[in-house]
């Protein structure tokens, strides 16, 4: 009799989690596709104090159904392996499927960072810099993040190349 009573509520917890991994096994949409994002836009914004801010553009597009409900973002700008821009995002309004839609980051130059930048180019001037920008994309809850890294390079005299981009990945994350 004691057994019994002991035996149910571990039967029963089972039970819940088997239920609990059913539904989400049923959750999942095999013809679900990945949302790219790329990078649209990247400008200096006007700063109030001494140190630089920026505004980062993001075309995000929905190739599924279902709405893309993105949670936040955290992001980083390199450029020759220093990280000269870090930030975060978060209140992004829902991605409609079948649809696309440009988010905007807002984020602030790393001080140190950036004289570490100024002291290299000083001392080794290239025409070409290169970049990097990494960023991971929150879709919240049991969804997947999503990475997305971008690298390439862009010339100090502005002499940009109109494909410039050498490496764009979307991965996701589990």
């Known amino acids: 009799m004691i057994s019994r009573k002991i035996s149910s509520p571990i039967t ?9 991994l059913l539904q ?10 990945e ?7 990247f400008k200096a914004l006007p700063s109030e104090g001494g140190m630089p801010n920026f505004e980062i553009g993001l075309q995000i597009i929905n190739p599924n159904s279902t709405p893309f409900r993105l949670e ?32 905007k980051l807002t984020g602030s130059a790393n001080l140190f960072a950036g004289v570490r930048l100024v002291m290299d180019l000083m001392n080794s001037p290239n025409k070409d810099l290169s970049y990097e920008f990494e960023a991971k994309l929150d ?7 999503i990475r997305v890294k971008e690298t390439g390079l862009f010339r100090m005299d502005g002499k940009n190349r109109a494909n ?11």
Do not use: M, W
């Not at 029963?12 to 609990?20: G, K, P, R, S, V």
């Not at 992001?75 to 649809?99: C, M």
């Not at 410039?164 to 589990?174: A, K, M, R, V």
């Open 72 to 103: 936040g973002v955290v992001y980083t700008v390199s450029i020759q392996g220093h990280d000269v821009v870090k930030g975060v995002g978060k209140d992004f309004p829902v991605l409609e499927g079948y649809s696309e839609q440009t988010i």
């Open 35 to 41: 949302p790219t994002v790329t990078i649209s836009s």
């Open 24 to 33: 989400a096994c049923a959750s999942i949409d095999p013809d679900y596709e």
């Open 139 to 145: 879709t919240g809850g049991f969804g997947r993040s």
């Open 12 to 20: 029963t917890f089972l039970l819940c989690c088997f239920l609990l």
């Open 164 to 174: 410039n981009i050498t490496d764009s990945s979307s991965t996701p994350e589990t």
